[in-house]
């Protein structure tokens, strides 16, 4: 990991809804990301961690250009990729690759594994037959997988070899950045460590930078430099890997780390007091947290908390929370 910034995001937001009808009818928005701000270093391993429905997912699609944000701004190397996504799209999928969650379901089933890996050879580099033998094989043995298998279907392949097709596909175009959204949450736990291996070997291989999302502590921690906790749409705990899960900030990163299952340990499933989820179409005015929160005060409940160091600690590790917890109580 270097210091040099490859992805920006300041401020970024995606509304969904909202408008008005023909007959002037107000329609009700959904805020799905709010506020958004991080950067991407080169080289690193970035973990966004969350629950179902906190946002993780539309970061991801946003900062692959397949949605565009309705406020603030991601940029790559200075350039908006909104535009990019827009003006040059080609050119903004040869830098920048998505795994999706589903490995069999993202394949084409009626394409063999050959035309799957083929198609960005040929659209995207625009490689010769030749060229494309060769890049073929070299994709296959990255991901430990036999050539007799590109003749294949999807459905003739485990849930674990076809994320690891997934992985090849993006891998094709030799992008810099390859956004991983639950790449392994539908995996048996045997079959995660193996493809969490072939990730971090293919990292150091070429030179990639990820963005790894995922509701999974554990995993998260396995293979993050930095990890970024989202919560109804916002960054609420942002700092190293180490700082985070060791030394945690934020109540809500604290239930997640409660909530994580581990044996002889009895998990929680809810917050520190009886709530529902934040309604989306009626969010509160404060903390979004606040009321599943037991350090929560009055001013939690009237003024959102900005994402900052606290307390003259380390200044990398940041948390939106007027109440911050000094040590891990978990």
């Given at each position: 990991?270097?210091?040099?910034?490859?992805?920006?995001?300041?401020?970024?937001?995606?509304?969904?809804?909202?408008?008005?009808?023909?007959?002037?009818?107000q329609l009700p928005a959904v805020h799905a990301v709010q506020d958004v701000t991080i950067?991407?270093?080169?080289?690193?391993?970035?973990?966004?961690?969350?629950?179902?429905?906190?946002?993780?997912?539309?970061?991801?699609?946003?900062?692959?250009?397949?949605?565009?944000?309705?406020?603030?701004?991601?940029?790559?190397?200075?350039?908006?990729?909104?535009?990019?996504?827009?003006?040059?799209?080609?050119?903004?999928?040869?830098?920048?690759?998505?795994?999706?969650?589903?490995?069999?379901?993202?394949?084409?089933?009626?394409?063999?594994?050959?035309?799957?890996?083929?198609?960005?050879?040929?659209?995207?580099?625009?490689?010769?037959?030749?060229?494309?033998?060769?890049?073929?094989?070299?994709?296959?043995?990255?991901?430990?997988?036999?050539?007799?298998?590109?003749?294949?279907?999807?459905?003739?392949?485990?849930?674990?070899?076809?994320?690891?097709?997934?992985?090849?596909?993006?891998?094709?175009?030799?992008?810099?950045?390859?956004?991983?959204?639950?790449?392994?949450?539908?995996?048996?736990?045997?079959?995660?460590?193996?493809?969490?291996?072939?990730?971090?070997?293919?990292?150091?291989?070429?030179?990639?930078?990820?963005?790894?999302?995922?509701?999974?502590?554990?995993?998260?921690?396995?293979?993050?430099?930095?990890?970024?906790?989202?919560?109804?749409?916002?960054?609420?705990?942002?700092?190293?890997?180490?700082?985070?899960?060791?030394?945690?900030?934020?109540?809500?990163?604290?239930?997640?780390?409660?909530?994580?299952?581990?044996?002889?340990?009895?998990?929680?499933?809810?917050?520190?007091?009886?709530?529902?989820?934040?309604?989306?179409?009626?969010?509160?005015?404060?903390?979004?947290?606040?009321?599943?929160?037991?350090?929560?005060?009055?001013?939690?409940?009237?003024?959102v908390p900005p994402v900052e160091a606290k307390h003259g600690r380390d200044t990398a590790?940041?948390?939106?929370?007027?109440?911050?917890?000094?040590?891990?109580?978990?």
């Open positions: 990991m270097t210091d040099e910034m490859l992805i920006s995001i300041e401020r970024a937001e995606r509304v969904f809804g909202g408008g008005k009808t023909l007959f002037g009818r950067d991407v270093r080169k080289g690193e391993t970035l973990g966004i961690v969350g629950e179902s429905g906190c946002g993780k997912s539309t970061l991801a699609r946003m900062l692959t250009g397949l949605d565009r944000p309705t406020g603030g701004s991601i940029t790559f190397q200075g350039l908006d990729l909104a535009e990019e996504a827009r003006k040059n799209p080609k050119a903004l999928a040869r830098r920048v690759q998505y795994v999706f969650q589903d490995p069999v379901s993202s394949l084409n089933p009626r394409k063999k594994i050959r035309d799957v890996l083929e198609a960005p050879l040929i659209h995207l580099l625009g490689l010769s037959r030749a060229e494309r033998a060769k890049r073929l094989e070299t994709l296959m043995d990255a991901v430990n997988l036999a050539p007799e298998f590109l003749d294949r279907y999807p459905h003739e392949f485990s849930g674990g070899q076809a994320q690891r097709i997934g992985i090849a596909r993006a891998l094709a175009a030799n992008p810099e950045v390859i956004v991983l959204d639950e790449p392994v949450s539908a995996l048996d736990v045997s079959v995660q460590a193996q493809v969490l291996n072939i990730l971090d070997d293919l990292k150091a291989r070429f030179g990639l930078t990820y963005i790894f999302i995922s509701h999974d502590l554990s995993v998260v921690e396995t293979i993050s430099d930095r990890v970024a906790v989202m919560y109804f749409g916002r960054i609420v705990e942002l700092g190293g890997r180490d700082a985070v899960f060791s030394r945690t900030l934020h109540p809500y990163t604290r239930l997640l780390l409660n909530s994580a299952p581990a044996p002889g340990k009895t998990a929680v499933s809810g917050g520190d007091r009886d709530a529902e989820l934040p309604d989306p179409y009626n969010p509160p005015r404060g903390c979004a947290f606040a009321a599943r929160c037991s350090e929560a005060a009055e001013i939690c409940a009237t003024t590790h940041q948390t939106a929370c007027h109440h911050p917890l000094m040590e891990r109580t978990s």
